[in-house]
């Protein structure tokens, strides 16, 4: 049973760019939810998805935006992408739009250059 | 001031010591308490929950709530150096809703032989 895969490992970009991370979520689970973690911080909550639709949001810009398919797998998107958006993005899954236990990834680690 | 504090260390200890993890919160709301353990280039893993106050042990693992001083511990006991890691508090409120967890900035375990 293949766990919560993330594509790609790691990437580089420069200011202005824009990025897509994917996410394919734990076997069973229909939730994902994504995090910025910076280094030495821990994970901040991005936004989560349920039945395709964003169904909360963390304090980010609208520069974050994503999608979830119907196959539960998803996106994160990031626009006009600054300096300050290095970090590990990390993507979890759960069951049933509930957040007890996540499940997450190894992340993708985003440098900007 | 952050809702939820953790050390970062690093906490250098030998193996076979028992270690104590800590948190701090202020949000009287959050209800539900949780550990992750994150090893280098991971994601995090769900270690051990609780919903209550007092002692809930697994194995060599113990977490320990104080919601009156709203203090939360995580104790290792006979630590081995595959427990090297960093170790993440994450507390949340519970109820109707799915409830995001937020995340202290994690601790640096090192267990040396």
């Known amino acids: 049973d293949a766990g919560v895969t993330q594509s790609p490992t790691h990437l580089i970009k420069t200011r202005g760019q824009q990025v897509t991370l994917r996410c394919s979520p734990k076997?069973?689970?229909?939730?994902v939810s994504w995090y910025q973690q910076a280094l030495g911080q821990g994970p901040q909550f991005i936004f989560q998805?349920?039945?395709?639709?964003?169904?909360q949001r963390g304090n980010f810009p609208d520069r974050f935006s994503g999608h979830q398919f119907p196959n539960y797998s998803s996106e994160l998107n990031v626009n006009a992408l600054l300096l300050g958006d290095s970090a590990l993005y990390l993507c979890?899954?759960?069951?049933?739009?509930?957040?007890?236990?996540?499940?997450f990834g190894s992340g993708t680690q985003l440098s900007v250059l | 001031q952050k809702e939820v504090e953790q050390d970062p260390g690093p906490l250098s200890v030998p193996e076979g010591a028992i270690v104590s993890l800590n948190c701090t919160y202020s949000?009287?709301?959050?209800?539900?308490f949780m550990w992750y353990r994150q090893y280098s280039r991971k994601g995090p893993e769900l270690l051990m929950y609780?919903?209550?106050?007092g002692n809930k042990e697994d194995g060599r693992f113990t977490a320990q709530v104080d919601k009156s001083s709203k203090y939360i511990s995580l104790f290792i006991r006979d630590s081995q150096p595959s427990d090297s890691a960093t170790y993440l508090c994450?507390?949340?409120?519970?109820?109707?809703?799915?409830?995001?967890?937020?995340f202290g900035r994690g601790t640096s375990l090192i267990v040396h032989p």
């Open positions: 979890a899954s759960s069951p049933d739009g509930r957040n007890e236990k996540l499940f």
């Open positions: 076997s069973g689970h229909d939730t």
């Open positions: 998805y349920y039945e395709e639709e964003e169904r």
């Open positions: 949000n009287s709301a959050f209800q539900y």
């Open positions: 609780t919903y209550s106050s």
């Open positions: 994450a507390m949340s409120p519970i109820g109707g809703g799915s409830y995001i967890p937020t």
